[in-house]
Structure formats: structure tokens, C-alpha cells
């Protein structure tokens, strides 16, 4: 199946500061890469995603940037803000989706 | 519902005993995923069902673990003769596309299981 990993595994950021995460995929067939945020003791949830046919997508403050020669993709996330501050895994897939091992962002006031 | 809903939430037992894990996807999803999650770690994959075929069981750590979903829409894992090690957060996630397709996965709370 897929390998998906995921650098860093802590992150701490100033409250304004910008936070990026990486992943990195081995399946060249995977052509969907969610991000997903959990805050401790909930569910994950989508924050942004995209598609192989595309290489950045941004949502207000949120964006992601995927290199399919290179098969990574990142998270990017400006202007941070104490409830950011969560745990964020990267996902790649098609039919089905292997997760990272998740990092833990802690944004400092 | 308006979303995935599990249960029980909260599962203890006793090594050996045997344990069955409830999923009620998102109405009218055609995908329906269960997830492990250790403490601190990211899901690890076990399972996927497009209606109710399984169509990849590839993640299945062993033989005693076993999903259905026999009419499509309701999933149940089962965990035979538990063990320490399968303590951790079972998640269910639900998707209305599938295939190359496949979009959002909702999840649900998912079940906390301790083994003893």
C-alpha cells in the first residue's frame, strides 16, 4: 500500500508567524491528498484538499502545494493564530487513504 | 443522521473477550472506511467498503479482526479474542463518492478500546 510520511512531528510558531508541514507519498497512483486537523479527543476533519490535476490551492489563510515529480505535498498556514493549534495529519490516496504520523502544531500567544 | 455516528464509545475489556464496534455512516455514502489510531499516532488503515462489498481488507492486523457491512450502510468491526495491543481509537469514516473519486471522508468520534 502507500507510505505517507509526514515532517514535523512538533511544531511551535508565534502567534502570526506562518507554520508549513510536509509529506511525502510513494504510490504515483494516489491522486487525492486531504489535510485534516484534530484537536485532542475528536474527530479529524477536513481543512483543505487537492487533486492531482492541480499543484496549489488556497483557502484564506490555508494552502497546500503538491509536486507529483517529487511526490510531496505541503500545508501552509499564514498569519497563525492560537486556535490553530491542533494536530494536523496529511492523507494521500484514491480509493482508499493511508494518514502521517501527524504533527503536533502549538501556536504561542 | 447528520453525521457518522459510533458506538459504543467507549469499549473496556478483558484480554480474550471478544468486542464488536458500531458504524453509522453519513445516509446515502457510498464509502465507508474503519481507521486505527494509537495514542499519538496517525490512523492506520484497516479496512474499506463501497456499499457493501469489502473491497480492500489489506490493513486487517490479524485474522481476528473482521468487518462487515451486509446491507450497505450499517458497519460493524469485530475484534476476536482482544489482545493488549489492539487498545487504541477505532474510527469510521464515511464518503459519499468512490473509487478514483473518492472525496471528504467524515469521520465519526470514534470508539475508544482498552484492553485489560
Known amino acids: 500500500g502507500e507510505n505517507v510520511e509526514q515532517h514535523p512531528s512538533t511544531l511551535s510558531v508565534q502567534e502570526g508567524d506562518s507554520a508549513v508541514i510536509k509529506c511525502t507519498y510513494s504510490?504515483?497512483?494516489?491522486?487525492?491528498f486531504p489535510w485534516y486537523k484534530q484537536e485532542l479527543g475528536k474527530r479529524p476533519q477536513l481543512i483543505i484538499d487537492?487533486?492531482?490535476?492541480?499543484g496549489e490551492k488556497k483557502d484564506q489563510r490555508i494552502a497546500v502545494t503538491l509536486n507529483k515529480t517529487a511526490k510531496h505535498f505541503s500545508l501552509h498556514i499564514t498569519e497563525t493564530q492560537p486556535e490553530d493549534s491542533a494536530v494536523y495529519f496529511c492523507?494521500?490516496?484514491?480509493?482508499?487513504?493511508?494518514f502521517g504520523t501527524g504533527t503536533s502544531l502549538t501556536v504561542i500567544p | 443522521g447528520a453525521g457518522v455516528s459510533q458506538s459504543p464509545r467507549y469499549k473496556v475489556a478483558k484480554r480474550g473477550q471478544d468486542v464488536a464496534l458500531r458504524c453509522d455512516p453519513i445516509?446515502?455514502?457510498?464509502?465507508l472506511f474503519w481507521y486505527q489510531q494509537a495514542l499519538g499516532q496517525g490512523p492506520e488503515f484497516l479496512t474499506y467498503?463501497?456499499?457493501?462489498?469489502?473491497?480492500?481488507k489489506s490493513g486487517l492486523p490479524s485474522d481476528r479482526f473482521f468487518a462487515e457491512r451486509p446491507e450497505g450502510s450499517v458497519s460493524t468491526l469485530k475484534i476476536q479474542r482482544t489482545q493488549q495491543e489492539d487498545s487504541a481509537v477505532y474510527l469510521c469514516?464515511?464518503?459519499?463518492?468512490?473509487?478514483?473519486?473518492?472525496?471528504?471522508?467524515?469521520f465519526g468520534e470514534g470508539s475508544r478500546l482498552t484492553v485489560l
Open positions: 487537492i487533486r492531482s490535476n492541480v
Open positions: 467498503f463501497q456499499n457493501e462489498a469489502q473491497l480492500d
Open positions: 445516509s446515502g455514502h457510498v464509502s
Open positions: 469514516a464515511s464518503s459519499f463518492t468512490s473509487g478514483a473519486n473518492t472525496g471528504e471522508l467524515f
Open positions: 492523507a494521500a490516496g484514491g480509493n482508499q487513504f493511508y
Open positions: 504510490d504515483s497512483a494516489s491522486n487525492y
